[in-house]
């Protein structure tokens, strides 16, 4: 009868053994999974913010420099803005909409000379990316999105 209760006392610690493995390589692997689509998404923000800065740093010189009423170019600008709120949070796509409306201004205004280009960017004026740069950080740094 000792026999039959240690062999039963074993056998239940081996299940509870690798029960506890299993469960054990589950949590890690389920863990890890979700860090890299953590990563992933974080890389495809990263990504269009990048691309957003590009496009918008284009569009203002070439702002600064032509007049026009043509709404053409702010085509690819808006399409990015678009992609951002699918997942953004509400402070970058406030200064998305911001660097937008700095843009289309730009390009109404009279065309600048290099010297009011010069004192623009001594002034800081030409600075329109900072609340957008500032809002990307704060939601890359959570490493989640901000809805």
């Known amino acids: 009868m000792n026999a ?28 890890q999974v979700k ?3 953590r990563e992933v998404e974080i890389a495809k923000r990263e990504k ?27 085509v690819l600008l808006y399409a990015l803005v678009a992609q951002m709120r699918l997942f953004s949070s509400r402070p970058v796509l406030d200064a998305a ?7 289309v201004e730009t390009y109404l205004a009279p065309n600048r000379s290099l010297s009011e280009i010069k004192d623009l960017a001594r002034s800081g004026a030409m600075n329109f990316l900072l609340e957008f740069g500032e809002a990307c950080r704060e939601e890359l740094a959570a490493g989640r999105p901000g809805r």
Request: proline fraction near 0%.
């Open 97 to 103: 909409e911001l660097v937008m409306d700095r843009i």
């Open 48 to 74: 269009l913010f990048s691309d957003f800065i590009t496009e918008a740093t284009r569009l203002y010189g070439d702002a600064i420099s032509h007049q026009k009423d043509d709404v053409s170019d702010l």
């Open 35 to 37: 860090a890299r689509h």
């Open 4 to 31: 039959y209760i240690s062999a039963l006392i074993g056998l239940a610690g081996v299940a509870i053994g690798s029960l506890t493995s299993f469960a054990t390589t589950w949590i890690t692997q389920e863990f």
